[in-house]
Nanobody, 119 residues
């Protein structure tokens, strides 16, 4: 079965950095758009960044210039480098894999990892 396992969350002071990693298994990694979402308490889950197999990237406006998403198709890994962290970046961060087959969208989620940024 598909598994997405996140790691790298934690507690950091404002201005600090964290690196999140997601290890994927049970899927054809190169056929999936990989992304990171986050959900803060009382808020809806939002897309932070995603990356296609070809390297096309989208970022949430508020993280542009601070976060960098990357993927390693050979190792089935997707990473999120987070710099200049702010308290408003505090959330549970989820790894996501999406594949579109014949017009149907198949989405898989990791269990999430907590990122807490103290002021």
């Amino acid at each position: 079965q598909v598994q997405l396992v996140e790691s790298g969350g934690g507690l950091v002071q404002a201005g600090g950095s964290l690196r999140l990693s997601c290890a994927a298994s049970g899927l054809i990694f190169s056929m999936n758009v990989m992304g990171w979402y986050r959900q803060a308490p009382g808020k809806q889950r939002e897309l932070v960044a995603d990356i296609t197999s070809g390297g096309s990237i989208n970022y949430l406006d508020s993280v542009k210039g601070r976060f960098t998403i990357s993927r390693d198709n050979g190792k089935n890994l997707v990473n999120l480098e987070m710099n200049s962290l702010k308290p408003e970046d505090t959330a549970v961060y989820y790894c996501n894999a999406v594949r579109v087959i014949g017009g149907s969208r198949f989405s898989r989620w990791g269990q999430g990892t907590q990122v807490t940024v103290s002021s």
